[in-house]
């Protein structure tokens, strides 16, 4: 059998779920060789293991190496099906992943599904829930999606306990192209703060910064939103989301023990400053999680920022998996476009 | 696959686990070593049997919820062990012990791991004591917080799980243990070879055994051999190697049992109160007693008399026995090596060895071969002779090739006998080195030697006994020889010598049956009883004469 091999010596567990994903839609096998390999703990971690787990379970399918600390893992999905599913991750891993890993294979199947993934919902290294609900799921609607996700409970590393629940409706006749070259009107600024076990001083202090730093770059912000929520350990989340008629950009520093709010306040504010800037449409983790979306779909384009490692590394595999040819080329005014064709 | 399920055993730590305040959710941010085993990202606790008291009945709700909130994978069983004080060394043991005993372990399908991280340090050494006598049949398991400040690891500014060692208590599978182990071994078992490089594969197999044995128990040993085959100088490094290793540290004490005799014989080993005999001047502690603590090396034991059989097998079962003349038991604690160059069975068949002594000091019994069975050990060993003698005469004596070559050969003949075995050996390569001009061993020397040697091999009586039947072939035809007993050959010849000194028949008669006739009444007639004998091989006084 001719299967698709991958190397995941320079890549990291994202390689391994994208590859879940394509491997789910195309219902290509493949087998992948020094997972995670540069990574100080090599091979399938816990979280990991849960998303080929998971993999298997929707698609009826088989894997050998799915074990933890495996290195090299071959995965062949059988037929995708919808349903009720319930997936835990250990650690406070990241639900909000295992969603993305997942999602594609669910829209294609021919049933509806419910998914309630519980873990981590607002992990740093990962989009947090207001990412996808905000930023990432409204595209993939006008894609053509008939996508639902709902937060039950919030989750932070290290303790997680969140809980979310997805709903996912066949997508008959597949996902549309899309193109996003214009942001369009500016329709809704905040900046949010969303804390557990953490004192309200510190989240209005943190906004109350954020608001200063893009204040001074020109934003006129309606509002400083500062929540306070219930999750089993404490957790600190800084936003700054900018709305726009096509599109919408959210940047987010993760409060730490050790870090000081004014720092991560700041980290928020000046990558919503950057994205400012640069007067991309789609930033620059957005467009990472873009790329699969579009490419099933077959076509389209979008204006970005510096396209990071990661991109690249996801372009390269989609194309050893789906017939479409990606361009990521540099404009004149500093922006990047990535365009997705089908192949010749 | 089927994959074996990990199952950790452990107590739930009333400070660490705690964390402080329970309800606050600051625990999160602190190392809990229970809560963190079960919180690393490449290692998965199937299942955690939980070990608390009563009064810590919130403490254990909570462990059990954080557990199954970070770790969905882990099944968590709490049990509330009957543990009044977890200082309480019998407590603790008892409360693990009978949690033990009632646990459906299933070693075939899981791994169980002990935590010993937590509880009381009497808890922790219980749990050890109860892993290292396999009643939990699992490997212990240590977990340690993270590095750095207050649960941050330098690298990751998340709270770490700080990290797990697995302690398989079989040293043997630590590469550099095992190959310390390894070390140890070669070491003790120079030792006892005396740093001597033999080739000969069963002696090199008897000294593993022997190394074993020697460093492992404490009961005796027996060692078989010819006179001359090392016995004693192997139960002297014996003795030197349990001191070394063993913490024995009382006295070496050797006897050849062949020199006792008489009254002293008991007296020498078991000692004797003043004036027990005559001559007893004075109390005498007697050799088991001088060997408590220490080694006793009973060489020759087969020639042990009947009543100090008994005694030494009553000193060896119960550590005490009564010096001669003494109704006041003493007390000594030695451990015993037996040497015997004869087969103690046929001793025990003959009535002369008791069956129970036997049983008793029979337990390792060592056969050590003889010189001529381990000929490959013949050059080493004169190597090492040639070494001593240079360090304990101070100038070095060598071999020329050629004569080496020659001593080899003639050492290595499968009919050179070795009679005395190493005895020989080492007598042979000091007379050499002695002779040999400027230190050096020539053939000359060697050609000496073999002479010497061959001559002390042929023993007296083996030359007699050839010349004492050449008296038949004097007087019979090597036909007429043919038709007699082998058996009867030698009372013949005796016979015909007998005659050969007599003047008569008469005279040759009352030597020979000398005692036979003093229980006759009627006088005997000794001469007829002689010429019949003769008759019945055609011989006659006179004949012979």
Request: aromatic share 6%; with cysteine.
């Given at each position: 059998?001719?299967?698709?091999?991958?190397?995941?010596?320079?890549?990291?567990?994202?390689?391994?779920?994208?590859?879940?994903?394509?491997?789910?839609?195309?219902?290509?096998?493949?087998?992948?060789?020094?997972?995670?390999?540069?990574?100080?703990?090599?091979?399938?971690?816990?979280?990991?293991?849960?998303?080929?787990?998971?993999?298997?379970?929707?698609?009826?399918?088989?894997?050998?190496?799915?074990?933890?600390?495996?290195?090299?893992?071959?995965?062949?999905?059988?037929?995708?099906?919808?349903?009720?599913?319930?997936?835990?991750?250990?650690?406070?891993?990241?639900?909000?992943?295992?969603?993305?890993?997942?999602?594609?294979?669910?829209?294609?199947?021919?049933?509806?599904?419910?998914?309630?993934?519980?873990?981590?919902?607002?992990?740093?290294?990962?989009?947090?829930?207001?990412?996808?609900?905000?930023?990432?799921?409204?595209?993939?609607?006008?894609?053509?999606?008939?996508?639902?996700?709902?937060?039950?409970?919030?989750?932070?590393?290290?303790?997680?306990?969140?809980?979310?629940?997805?709903?996912?409706?066949?997508?008959?006749?597949?996902?549309?192209?899309?193109?996003?070259?214009?942001?369009?009107?500016?329709?809704?600024?905040?900046?949010?703060?969303?804390?557990?076990?953490?004192?309200?001083?510190?989240?209005?202090?943190?906004?109350?910064?954020?608001?200063?730093?893009?204040?001074?770059?020109?934003?006129?912000?309606?509002?400083?939103?500062?929540?306070?929520?219930?999750?089993?350990?404490?957790?600190?989340?800084?936003?700054?989301?900018?709305?726009?008629?096509?599109?919408?950009?959210?940047?987010?520093?993760?409060?730490?023990?050790?870090?000081?709010?004014?720092?991560?306040?700041?980290?928020?504010?000046?990558?919503?400053?950057?994205?400012?800037?640069?007067?991309?449409?789609?930033?620059?983790?957005?467009?990472?999680?873009?790329?699969?979306?579009?490419?099933?779909?077959?076509?389209?384009?979008?204006?970005?920022?510096?396209?990071?490692?990661?991109?690249?590394?996801?372009?390269?595999?989609?194309?050893?998996?789906?017939?479409?040819?990606?361009?990521?080329?540099?404009?004149?005014?500093?922006?990047?476009?990535?365009?997705?064709?089908?192949?010749? | 696959?089927?994959?074996?399920?990990?199952?950790?055993?452990?107590?739930?730590?009333?400070?660490?686990?705690?964390?402080?305040?329970?309800?606050?959710?600051?625990?999160?941010?602190?190392?809990?070593?229970?809560?963190?085993?079960?919180?690393?990202?490449?290692?998965?606790?199937?299942?955690?049997?939980?070990?608390?008291?009563?009064?810590?009945?919130?403490?254990?709700?909570?462990?059990?919820?954080?557990?199954?909130?970070?770790?969905?994978?882990?099944?968590?069983?709490?049990?509330?062990?009957?543990?009044?004080?977890?200082?309480?060394?019998?407590?603790?043991?008892?409360?693990?012990?009978?949690?033990?005993?009632?646990?459906?372990?299933?070693?075939?399908?899981?791994?169980?791991?002990?935590?010993?991280?937590?509880?009381?340090?009497?808890?922790?050494?219980?749990?050890?004591?109860?892993?290292?006598?396999?009643?939990?049949?699992?490997?212990?398991?240590?977990?340690?917080?993270?590095?750095?400040?207050?649960?941050?690891?330098?690298?990751?500014?998340?709270?770490?799980?700080?990290?797990?060692?697995?302690?398989?208590?079989?040293?043997?599978?630590?590469?550099?243990?095992?190959?310390?182990?390894?070390?140890?071994?070669?070491?003790?078992?120079?030792?006892?070879?005396?740093?001597?490089?033999?080739?000969?594969?069963?002696?090199?197999?008897?000294?593993?055994?022997?190394?074993?044995?020697?460093?492992?128990?404490?009961?005796?040993?027996?060692?078989?051999?010819?006179?001359?085959?090392?016995?004693?100088?192997?139960?002297?490094?014996?003795?030197?190697?349990?001191?070394?290793?063993?913490?024995?540290?009382?006295?070496?004490?050797?006897?050849?049992?062949?020199?006792?005799?008489?009254?002293?014989?008991?007296?020498?080993?078991?000692?004797?109160?003043?004036?027990?005999?005559?001559?007893?001047q004075n109390d005498r502690p007697g050799l088991l007693r001088e060997a408590d603590k220490g080694l006793l090396f009973l060489d020759e034991i087969g020639e042990l008399g009947a009543d100090e059989q008994a005694m030494l097998l009553r000193a060896l079962e119960e550590k005490s026995f009564l010096p001669v003349g003494s109704d006041k038991p003493m007390h000594s604690d030695f451990q015993l090596i037996a040497g015997t160059n004869r087969d103690l069975r046929k001793s025990i068949g003959s009535g002369n060895f008791r069956d129970d002594l036997f049983s008793r000091i029979n337990l390792w019994t060592f056969d050590l071969p003889s010189l001529a069975d381990r000929r490959e050990d013949i050059a080493p060993n004169i190597e090492y002779e040639l070494a001593e003698r240079a360090r304990t005469h101070g100038h070095t004596v060598t071999f020329n090739k050629e004569a080496r070559d020659r001593f080899l050969t003639f050492a290595k003949k499968v009919d050179t006998p070795w009679l005395g075995n190493f005895r020989d050996l080492n007598a042979a390569v000091t007379r050499m080195s002695a002779l040999a001009p400027r230190g050096r061993i020539r053939v000359q020397e060697v050609e000496e030697e073999i002479t010497r040697l061959q001559a002390n091999w042929q023993r007296p009586d083996e030359a007699n006994r050839a010349n004492f039947m050449d008296c038949l072939n004097d007087l019979l035809t090597e036909q007429q020889i043919s038709t007699i007993d082998p058996f009867d050959r030698p009372q013949l010849a005796y016979t015909i010598s007998v005659i050969r000194e007599s003047r008569t028949l008469s005279e040759a008669g009352r030597k020979l049956f000398a005692v036979s006739r003093?229980?006759?009444?009627?006088?005997?007639?000794?001469?007829?009883?002689?010429?019949?004998?003769?008759?019945?091989?055609?011989?006659?006084?006179?004949?012979?004469?």
């Open positions: 059998m001719n299967m698709l091999k991958i190397d995941g010596q320079d890549g990291g567990g994202q390689l391994l779920r994208t590859s879940l994903s394509l491997s789910l839609v195309t219902g290509e096998p493949f087998s992948m060789t020094a997972i995670r390999g540069q990574r100080a703990k090599p091979g399938l971690m816990r979280q990991h293991l849960t998303a080929v787990n998971a993999a298997i379970e929707i698609s009826g399918g088989s894997a050998d190496g799915a074990v933890l600390g495996s290195t090299e893992l071959v995965f062949a999905p059988q037929r995708v099906k919808g349903g009720d599913y319930r997936f835990s991750i250990g650690t406070a891993g990241s639900t909000c992943l295992l969603y993305q890993a997942l999602l594609p294979a669910l829209l294609l199947a021919n049933e509806p599904s419910t998914l309630r993934l519980e873990g981590g919902t607002h992990n740093p290294m990962a989009p947090t829930f207001d990412f996808l609900s905000e930023c990432f799921l409204p595209v993939l609607q006008k894609m053509g999606a008939d996508v639902e996700l709902e937060l039950e409970r919030y989750g932070f590393y290290p303790a997680g306990g969140g809980s979310l629940l997805a709903k996912v409706e066949p997508c008959t006749g597949g996902l549309k192209p899309i193109e996003l070259l214009d942001r369009g009107k500016p329709l809704r600024r905040e900046i949010r703060v969303i804390s557990a076990h953490v004192p309200d001083s510190v989240g209005e202090r943190e906004g109350a910064i954020v608001l200063g730093v893009l204040e001074a770059a020109g934003w006129g912000v309606e509002g400083v939103s500062v929540r306070s929520v219930d999750s089993a350990g404490a957790g600190n989340v800084v936003c700054a989301a900018l709305q726009s008629e096509q599109v919408c950009e959210m940047t987010i520093a993760f409060g730490e023990r050790g870090k000081s709010g004014k720092r991560v306040a700041h980290d928020a504010a000046k990558a919503m400053r950057d994205y400012l800037g640069t007067g991309a449409v789609v930033g620059r983790r957005l467009a990472d999680q873009l790329l699969l979306p579009i490419a099933l779909a077959g076509a389209g384009e979008f204006l970005t920022m510096k396209p990071s490692k990661h991109t690249l590394t996801n372009a390269a595999l989609i194309q050893q998996f789906l017939d479409v040819k990606i361009d990521i080329s540099e404009q004149e005014d500093g922006q990047w476009k990535v365009s997705v064709s089908p192949s010749a | 696959m089927i994959t074996r399920k990990r199952v950790v055993l452990g107590f739930i730590g009333t400070n660490l686990d705690a964390a402080g305040s329970l309800s606050q959710p600051e625990r999160w941010e602190s190392w809990r070593p229970t809560v963190s085993l079960c919180q690393h990202p490449d290692f998965v606790v199937d299942r955690i049997e939980l070990f608390t008291e009563k009064a810590h009945r919130a403490l254990s709700k909570t462990i059990t919820e954080d557990i199954r909130t970070t770790s969905p994978e882990t099944e968590v069983h709490v049990h509330v062990l009957g543990i009044r004080d977890p200082w309480d060394f019998q407590d603790v043991y008892e409360g693990l012990f009978d949690f033990a005993s009632g646990y459906d372990f299933d070693p075939e399908r899981e791994d169980y791991l002990v935590h010993i991280t937590t509880g009381t340090h009497v808890a922790q050494i219980c749990l050890f004591l109860l892993t290292e006598s396999r009643r939990i049949p699992g490997q212990l398991l240590q977990s340690e917080p993270p590095r750095g400040r207050k649960g941050q690891t330098r690298s990751s500014k998340h709270p770490s799980p700080g990290k797990f060692s697995i302690i398989d208590l079989d040293l043997a599978r630590y590469d550099r243990l095992a190959t310390r182990f390894a070390a140890e071994h070669e070491q003790a078992q120079d030792f006892l070879k005396d740093g001597i490089a033999t080739k000969s594969a069963t002696f090199n197999l008897l000294i593993e055994k022997i190394e074993t044995v020697a460093l492992r128990s404490t009961e005796p040993i027996l060692l078989m051999g010819p006179t001359g085959a090392g016995k004693s100088r192997l139960a002297a490094r014996i003795f030197e190697l349990r001191q070394q290793r063993c913490g024995l540290n009382g006295n070496f004490v050797e006897l050849n049992c062949a020199t006792l005799r008489g009254d002293t014989a008991a007296s020498m080993l078991f000692g004797h109160k003043r004036g027990a005999f005559t001559g007893a003093e229980k006759k009444s009627k006088r005997p007639n000794d001469a007829d009883r002689l010429r019949k004998y003769l008759a019945k091989f055609g011989l006659s006084f006179e004949a012979i004469r």
